[in-house]
């Protein structure tokens, strides 16, 4: 079940990261899908992977997680340890792929520091820069989506037989 309100420390990144940033395309092979989570955008911040603390928060800008349609990106930030990921948009493909999975995303546009402690409540629709104290707002969800990430997403929400 997906807590009511997180709070980690934010690593920052920008505009248009696309699914192969997150985990590079020759990771996917067999004998590695349970670790996915060592090669998190191993090409553009190497060792990037080994910093990430459980419950931690990815901050982005615009159109985060375009490119391939591929769930293991949005997989591998879940088994990374992030808690969810706050950005100003996301790829259609990447949102849905992460909310049937259960990676929470945040569409709010921040200007959130790497390494800032941010807490995200999803009950208030709030996300705060504790370290800065600046405060942002965002639209809560609608009903079945507010279901769907308290089950911890679609996969959840099915096996509970709460899918209608």
Same mark, same amino acid.
């Given at each position: ?29 067999? #004998? ?56 100003? #948009? ?7 792929? #992460? ?32 370290? #800065? ?32």
């Amino acid at each position: 079940m997906t807590p009511k309100a997180m709070e980690g420390r934010a690593w920052r990144f920008g505009d248009d990261v696309d699914t192969d940033q997150i985990i590079p395309a020759e990771r996917l092979v067999s #004998s590695n899908l349970d670790h996915l989570n060592e090669f998190i955008f191993e090409k553009v911040r190497p060792g990037f992977a080994s910093m990430v603390g459980e419950g931690d928060i990815l901050v982005a800008g615009r159109n985060f997680g375009c490119g391939s349609s591929r769930e293991h990106a949005p997989l591998s930030l879940v088994e990374a340890g992030f808690s969810c990921i706050v950005a100003e #948009s996301f790829a259609r493909i990447f949102y849905r792929n #992460s909310m049937n999975i259960g990676l929470l995303l945040i569409e709010c546009k921040t200007d959130i520091e790497e390494g800032d402690v941010v807490m995200v409540s999803i009950a208030d629709g709030i996300v705060r820069d504790d370290t #800065s104290g600046r405060e942002w707002r965002f639209e809560r969800y609608p009903g079945f989506i507010a279901r769907m990430i308290a089950a911890g997403g679609l996969v959840n929400l099915v096996k509970e037989g709460e899918f209608e």
